[in-house]
Every structure is written in C-alpha cells, then in structure tokens.
C-alpha cells in the first residue's frame, strides 16, 4: 500500500519557478510551440490531405488539425516531464534546493506536472490559434476542449513523470518513446481514424489514454458529437491520477533515502 | 573563545540513538546530540564518517532506522517541512539554480518559503550586501567563482530568516580570502543569537568557530565537548612533531624511556606528547634533529580516538 500524495500550496512555487525560466525564453519557446506542430499541419493537412479527401463532413485537414492539437500536448508535456524535469532532478540539483526549503516530494512531483501541462496547454493553443485561422474549427465550442486539453497535458505529464522516477540518464527515456508513445501516436487517431484498424488492435490500443483524450477533444473543435464522454473523461482522469500518485511514491523513494 | 553558558532554553536539537543502515553497513549507528539554543555545534570527522546523514537526518531528508529526533521542537521526520519554515541550510554540494540569475536565484528560493512581494526587495538587498555582491545581481550563476557561489548560497540559507542554521562543509575547497569572509559571517550570525550547526574536516576551523563539537567515525560519536575541553581532556598539552628518519629514531628511543612521553607514528611521522617538554627539547636540540614543537590539537584528539589521520 502506498501511501497517497499530500501536496501543499507551495506546489505553486514550483510551477511559478519554471514560468520564470520559460519567461526569460519566451521567444524562442514560442516560436518552438508553433513551428514544428505548423510545419506538420501544413505538409501533411494540404500535401496529404489532397490524396485523402474529406473524411465524412470534415475535411482531412481540420481532422488533422484537431488530431494534432492533441498530440502535441501529448508530445510537449511528455518532453518537459522527461528531460527537463530530469535534469532538475539529477543534474541541476534544483530539486535538491527545493528539499531543503518547506517542500516536500508531493509539492515538487505536483508541480511539476501542472507545469508540464500547462506547456502542453500552451503547445495546443498555439495550433489552435492557426487552425482558427485557417478557417478548421467550427465554432465556440472549440474553448471548451482547452480544459480538456489541460487534463490531457496533466495525465500525459503524470505518465511521463513515472518513467523520470526510473531513469538514471536521458537514453531511458527512448524506451518509453519507442515502446509506448510512438505506438499510442499511432494508433490513437491523431493521423487517421482508428476504424481503419482491425478490431482487436482498436480494442487493445483503447486501454491507452491518448485515444480517449482525441475522442474528446476532436468533436469539441470540429463540432461533431461525443460518443463516450464520460468513459473518455475516467480514463484520462484515472491514468493521471495513478501516474500523479506513483510517480510520487517512486521519487520519494528515491530522494528521500 | 567563549566560555560555556548554561542555557536554560530547551535544546534545538535533540536526537537519542539515531541510527541510519545502507545495505549491510551502518552509516549513523547510535548518534546522540544536543543542540542548545544559540550555540555554534560542530561534526567533525573523515569522509565517509556519516556528517551528512545526520544532517539530512536533522532535516527529515533522510529517515531514520531507529533512534528519535526533535529538530526545533518538531517531531522528525513527521513535522519535517514545519520545522524547515525555519531552517537555513547550505548543503555540501552546489545546488544554487543555474538557470538563473544571483538576484533572480534569491528570489526564487525565497519564493519556496511563500515569501514575496514589497519586503522582500529591502530583504534581497540586504543579502546581496553580506554576500559582497552588489553589483552582480544579474550576473548568470555559471560565471560565478567558487567563492562566489559559496557566498550566495549562505546568504539564500539566511532568506527565511532561519533560528537554526545547517551548514554541510561550508568552506570546502575555497580559498584562505573566500573562506575567512565565509567564518566572519558565521561568526556575525553566532552573535546574533543564530543557532549553527556545521560540518568540517577542518580542524582549524573547527577549532576557532564552534562552541561544542561532536568528533564523529564510522557513525559514532566519539567525544563530545568544546574544543578545549576536548583537548585538555584527551591529550597531553605538548606535541613534538619529529620530521626525518634520524628524528623519529631518536624520537622512539626518548619515549621508550617513559617518563611521560607518549609516542604515536602517523604516516611518516612521529609524534611525541608531553606535559613536560624542557628535557625532550634539549635532547633534541643537542643532536640537531628537525623537528616541530607545537600546542596540541584537534588533530591529535582525533589521531587518539579514532587511531588514523583525519583526512584520509
Ligand atoms: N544514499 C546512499 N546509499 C548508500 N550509501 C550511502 C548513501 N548515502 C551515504 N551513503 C554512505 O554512507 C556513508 C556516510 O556518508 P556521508 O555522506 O554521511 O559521509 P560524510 O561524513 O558526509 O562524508 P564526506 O566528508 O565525504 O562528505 C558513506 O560510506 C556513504 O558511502
Ligand atoms: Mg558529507
């Protein structure tokens, strides 16, 4: 039995510390939130989308576009849960420092995934903003997927945070990319819709997270209508609350020894 | 040096049998300390002897395999993160922020313990003046000196304002200039009424700052006491340090006589202890040997106790 989270308010101190570094970055970090997802959206939303087609109602790109919002925040609070947050764990020592002010483990794991999915959120609503503009989300609704949007960051952050509580450097993280992430990108319904699979793969990739967190946020921004909301919303919930209570169960295992 | 003074006041620190284990081996085994209200404490001993552990033990960092702690009346490690509200600590390793600046580093750090807004600035000023950094508050951390950097990270232990202040080997590796700005800080803090608590290898150190010291190896306190009390209490007041090889002969056949000599081989050393030098002297002046006659010390305590050098 392990013994549950007690974050403090001082878990804000955190998140606030890394808005500061991210602050006196600010142009490169923004530039990095819209290019590559951009780059992405335009190749394959118009090279691609060309040879596809509309997909029902919706054309190839809006679907892309809705596909990706999510998987960057996938990507982008992954990241930063990983490498960044790993290096101010063994290599910056800045973990260490917090320790010896009034935080505690569950402060700093907390705030650290809200950071990290607060990156995602920012990542999202980079691509949201040229997909507004490029005419691909509906209507108002759209605003309601960024909370979801931050859910999914904060889920994805919290996964991502277990496998920072295992690594010893930063090749570790390739495994969790190779073996989990790349395969759930891919199947989750980022790039195509997940009926082009046979069942059994779309039964057996539904266990993950990201394909839920797409059912949720695709209709929201293209106006379809949810099928499953609330199995979509526990899943999300449950992985990131079980990722939130193992990763800190892991880390204070490990830095308080 | 001070004298000791009954302190009334309950004690900051009050640890009874604290024990750590890692794998087989016993790294704290049976620690007991007391921590007066104002004192300046200190751990003395070789690598490996355990000082960390117990610090980061005194800071709920580290859980104990047994024993009790109190750290400024809270229960540790349970109450860990109250008592630190009013810790300061400056650990052995360099944690200072390097994705920042020395200001910036100040207030983020003071940002963990919930302080901010219009009084810190004066508070942050205030620091970066004991640091002797004034005019470096935007200098990145990386283009820091050793000494620098030691500096700030003293004065970011002071942001709180802290009662107990924890200090891991604070001098280490700095030079005489960056290390006797470092002690006349800690002295200032001492007369302020600042409880300190530090760890060294330095006897010199030791020896000039702390009001009481813990000699601790393998885990153990071996003595405890102030400097002084330690050295009257252990070893003879002379010490002949015997240099050559013609030296230590003669050094050996002088003890072997008795007569209150008390010979101890350190490497190549010899060294002879005595209450009564005057003849030891003027047997050795008269066949011209090398050799070094000084007052005993911490050193020598430690050689007595523990039977090896100090650093090692
Ligand atoms: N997390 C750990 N896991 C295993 N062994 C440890 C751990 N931390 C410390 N040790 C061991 O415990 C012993 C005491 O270490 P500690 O760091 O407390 O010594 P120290 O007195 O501070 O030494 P130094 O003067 O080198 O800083 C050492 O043998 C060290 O290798
Ligand atoms: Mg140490």
Not at chain 1, 90 to 101: F, K, P
């Amino acid at each position: 039995m392990i013994a549950l989270p007690r974050p403090s308010f001082r878990s804000l101190a955190v998140w606030q510390r890394n808005l500061r570094v991210w602050r006196k970055m600010l142009l490169p970090s923004i530039l990095g939130h819209f290019g590559e997802p951009l780059l992405y959206l335009l190749a394959f939303g118009y090279g691609f989308g060309r040879l596809v087609g509309d997909l029902g109602q919706l054309s190839y790109v809006a679907f892309l576009a809705s596909g990706i919002i999510c998987s960057s925040a996938l990507f982008t609070a992954s990241f930063e849960a990983m490498y960044s947050a790993f290096t101010r764990m063994a290599n910056q020592q800045t973990w260490n420092a917090m320790l010896n002010a009034p935080l505690v483990v569950d402060d700093i794991v907390l705030g650290e995934v809200l950071w990290a999915a607060t990156k995602g959120l920012m990542s999202a609503m980079a691509i949201l903003l040229v997909a507004t503009a490029m005419g691909l989300v509906a209507d108002w609704r759209a605003l309601w997927a960024l909370p979801v949007v931050a859910l999914s960051g904060f889920t994805f952050a919290a996964c991502a945070m277990v496998v920072t509580a295992f690594a010893r450097n930063y090749d570790f993280f390739l495994y969790y990319f190779t073996l989990i992430l790349t395969p759930m990108l891919l199947t989750g319904g980022v790039f195509f819709p997940r009926e082009q699979f046979p069942e059994w793969l779309q039964g057996l990739t539904y266990v993950l997270p990201l394909p839920h967190a797409v059912d949720l946020i695709r209709p929201l921004l293209t106006g379809g209508s949810l099928h499953q909301p609330w199995l979509n919303l526990a899943v999300v919930v449950g992985y990131g609350l079980a990722g939130l209570i193992s990763a800190t169960a892991l880390i204070r295992r490990r830095m308080i020894c | 040096m001070r004298v000791e003074q009954p302190s009334a006041a309950a004690p900051l620190v009050v640890a009874h049998g604290l024990c750590k284990r890692y794998g087989e081996q016993w790294v704290v085994d049976g620690v007991d300390l007391e921590v007066r209200q104002g004192e300046f404490f200190g751990l003395l001993g070789p690598n490996g002897a355990g000082k960390t552990t117990i610090l980061r033990m005194l800071l709920g960092l580290t859980p104990p395999d047994g024993g009790e702690l109190q750290v400024l009346g809270e229960p540790i490690p349970a109450r860990a993160r109250e008592a630190r509200t009013r810790i300061g600590v400056v650990p052995q390793f360099d944690s200072l922020d390097p994705d920042f600046t020395v200001r910036e580093n100040l207030v983020t750090y003071a940002s963990y313990f919930g302080l901010r807004g219009k009084d810190l600035a004066p508070r942050i000023a205030e620091l970066l003046a004991l640091a002797n950094l004034e005019g470096r508050e935007d200098t990145p951390i990386a283009a820091l000196s050793g000494g620098m950097k030691r500096r700030l990270t003293l004065v970011r232990a002071l942001v709180n304002e802290p009662r107990l202040v924890v200090l891991d080997e604070p001098t280490t590796g700095l030079d005489p200039q960056a290390r006797h700005h470092i002690w006349q800080r800690l002295r200032e803090l001492r007369d302020t009424g600042t409880t300190l608590i530090m760890t060294t290898h330095y006897m010199e150190e030791a020896e000039r700052l702390c009001d009481r010291l813990a000699i601790i190896d393998a885990g153990r306190v071996l003595a405890s006491a102030s400097p002084r009390t330690l050295i009257q209490a252990h070893i003879e007041p002379h010490v002949i340090e015997l240099l050559d090889a013609p030296g230590r002969a003669a050094g050996e056949v002088l003890a072997a006589r008795g007569a209150g000599v008390r010979a101890y081989r350190a490497g190549d050393l010899l060294l002879l202890y005595t209450a009564t030098p005057g003849a030891l002297l003027e047997e050795l002046d008269a066949a011209g040997h090398r050799y070094l006659h000084r007052p005993a010390n911490l050193e020598d305590v430690f050689l007595k106790l523990t039977g090896h050098e100090l650093r090692d």
